[in-house]
């Protein structure tokens, strides 16, 4: 009874070291400087760097980001090519 105990208390340990050591990682954007880009939670999201590079030349698909566009422009590119990702639903009532 004792070595279940143990065990147990084993198992129990070891969830908790995991629990508080565990930390969320971002999606795959961890290169992307902060200072670059503005809302770089929202450019991950939104998955831009799946088209996009904030390098100055291009890398291979991936067109770069180096200077804002026309307003006109940006608009347009962000209405076809995004959805917004600003508020995400987390209750299941709605």
């Known amino acids: ?3 279940f105990f143990r065990i147990d208390l ?3 340990f070891s969830l908790t070291v ?5 930390q969320e990682k971002p999606a795959g954007n961890e290169d992307l400087p902060v200072y670059k880009i503005a809302g770089k939670q929202l450019f991950a999201e939104k998955n831009c760097s ?4 904030l390098a ?3 890398e291979g ?3 770069p980001i180096p200077n804002m566009r026309e307003p006109e422009w940006f608009a347009t590119h962000v209405k076809e090519n995004s959805q917004v990702v600003l508020r995400k639903e987390r209750s ?3």
Do not use: V
Request: hydrophobic residues 40%.
């Open 10 to 12: 084993l198992i129990l």
């Open 56 to 58: 100055a030349q291009p």
């Open 92 to 94: 299941k009532r709605r």
């Open 61 to 63: 698909k991936l067109t």
């Open 50 to 53: 799946s088209c996009h590079t």
């Open 18 to 22: 995991y629990a508080l050591t565990a």
């Open 1 to 3: 009874m004792k070595r």
